[in-house]
């Protein structure tokens, strides 16, 4: 049942495919917990590598991970292939790289603060209005100075200057309030103690890293380990967004292919969208939209379909259902929101079906010939070739291991940066203020000196040291002797006279 150019998805009525062309028209994967769509996804991931077209997945429980051994094949397995008829059903592996934003169960995933830029980082940040303009003032001020922005300490370190020279910058760009940046720092120790200090810097992800093949003509299977990795789901959701903005940005535009370049895997896909403001989800829009011209496909992993504005929803043209529950009113409406997202199919009920289907059955609706959807069928998902389920530590381990990519990001890079240059500025400009403030006091000290010499100088004219003394007494004795002598001649010599 396997078919050139097409994905085996499962059976209804029919065998379902993915058409490989339309692969790039984005999809979406739907269901409540424990209904089957991890098993789709890697369905789905399989199917991609296995046509040449490299995987990037996000792999929230682990389970995914399995996809890089060698399936052997459990009842179930063969009992699904047997009940839909896949006669060509065999075990296989898939080429498997793993990425880890914390570099513990992967290849560490980094990226610069100047490549996430202000709006994704106010995003993660949970910024408001006024202090995201602080942050764009902060961009703006690194960019005309020539300062790198690489990691968190350079960002802080610009902040910290910018505070200092808040009267001259706001001058130029606008209030600077010292409180807008007192928010920003705490909300970046917050991101710190996240692990978001592991992400920031370089050495920083090639996207054609993820975009390898094997030698046998299998595209890669990137899976980011983020079991970890959502706890902190700020960091989670901007790091796959900023991903995607870095496809759209770096590939060129390619127009129709026979199939994608690249296909993305967006799991918890809910946690992009909470609390979003109108602009960011005007940004994923955007990107969902035209990345399809650069041959990139997005997938959409959630449990309902009204975890996706309708604006993103509509960007999606291949869609498996799976089972929804609908206990509370809120449920049934968003049951009936799914129904009316498909094709009908006059055979049953899809609002009546989306409750009652089982692990491993799906609603399923792709796009045919023309672009056009595919009326919607009950399908039962086939099962996956390689392993289902997690690796152990020691194969994950070994598969990391041997991987194409291995010894490239290994190692932390951290060339001189703001922090570096605004850390050298600012002892430059501390030790001009000690040599001013040493001439001060240098010059202080001198007039003092020459002060207390223009004072002692008339008491050194009217005194005379004890020798100087000595002397002068003694020449005024002599010469008054002298004189007495000179008197007594004159006076005897008148008077011998008489």
Avoid: C
């Avoid at 080429?95 to 709006?119: C, N």
């Avoid at 961009?139 to 790198?148: I, Q, T």
């Avoid at 610009?158 to 007192?182: C, D, F, H, P």
């Avoid at 100088?457 to 000179?486: D, K, Y």
């Amino acid at each position: 049942m396997l078919v050139d150019g097409k994905i085996f998805l499962g059976v209804s009525d029919r065998p379902e495919y993915l058409n490989l062309k339309y692969g790039n028209r984005h999809g979406l994967v739907t269901g409540a917990t424990g209904t089957g769509k991890t098993v789709t996804l890697q369905v789905l991931a399989e199917g991609f590598s296995a046509a040449g077209v490299p995987v990037f997945a996000a792999d929230i429980k682990g389970d995914l991970s399995g996809i890089a051994k060698l399936g052997v094949a459990q009842g179930w397995q063969t009992a699904r292939a047997t009940d839909i008829g896949f006669d060509d059903y065999v075990d296989d592996v898939y080429p498997t790289m793993f990425w880890d934003l914390y570099g513990k169960q992967g290849h560490p995933v980094r990226a610069t603060i100047s490549e996430i830029g202000p709006v994704l980082l106010a995003r993660m940040l949970d910024l408001n209005d006024t202090q995201e303009g602080v942050l764009n003032v902060a961009f703006r001020v690194a960019d005309e100075e020539g300062l790198l922005l690489l990691d968190l300490k350079d960002l802080r370190s610009l902040l910290v200057e910018i505070q200092g020279r808040a009267k001259e910058i706001s001058a130029r760009y606008g209030n600077v309030a010292t409180a807008s940046i007192g928010a920003i720092q705490r909300s970046l120790l917050v991101l710190e103690q996240q692990g978001a200090d592991d992400f920031f810097g370089e050495r920083a992800l090639e996207i054609a890293d993820l975009m390898r093949r094997d030698t046998d003509g299998k595209g890669f299977i990137s899976v980011l380990a983020s079991d970890q990795l959502m706890k902190a789901p700020k960091l989670y959701a901007t790091f796959l967004l900023w991903l995607l903005s870095e496809l759209f940005e770096e590939l060129p535009e390619v127009g129709d292919m026979d199939k994608p370049k690249l296909v993305f895997f967006f799991d918890e896909a809910h946690l992009l969208f909470d609390g979003a403001n109108k602009a960011l989800i005007d940004k994923v829009e955007q990107v969902v939209k035209l990345i399809r011209s650069k041959g990139v496909g997005v997938y959409f992993v959630t449990q309902n379909p009204a975890d996706i504005p309708e604006s993103v929803l509509a960007q999606l043209g291949n869609r498996i259902q799976h089972a929804l529950r609908a206990y509370t009113p809120r449920e049934q409406k968003a049951v009936r929101v799914a129904a009316e997202s498909f094709r009908p199919n006059p055979a049953f009920s899809t609002e009546a079906v989306i409750t009652e289907m089982g692990i491993g059955e799906a609603l399923v609706s792709v796009l045919e010939d023309k672009g056009i959807p595919s009326i919607v069928g009950r399908t039962l998902i086939r099962p996956p070739s390689a392993q289902v389920g997690p690796l152990t530590p020691a194969e994950r381990d070994a598969t990391i291991a041997n991987s194409p990519v291995g010894g490239i990001y290994d190692s932390v890079i951290d060339r001189e940066s703001a922090y570096e240059i605004l850390n050298k500025r600012a002892r430059e400009i501390e030790l001009q203020e000690e040599r001013a403030a040493y001439e001060a006091e240098r010059e202080k000290e001198l007039a003092r000196q020459a002060k207390e010499e223009r004072a002692a100088a008339p008491r050194r004219s009217t005194r005379q040291n004890p020798t100087e003394a000595a002397a002068t007494s003694f020449a005024r004795t002599v010469a008054n002797t002298l004189g007495r002598e000179i008197v007594r001649g004159i006076f005897g010599s008148l008077k011998r006279r008489r």
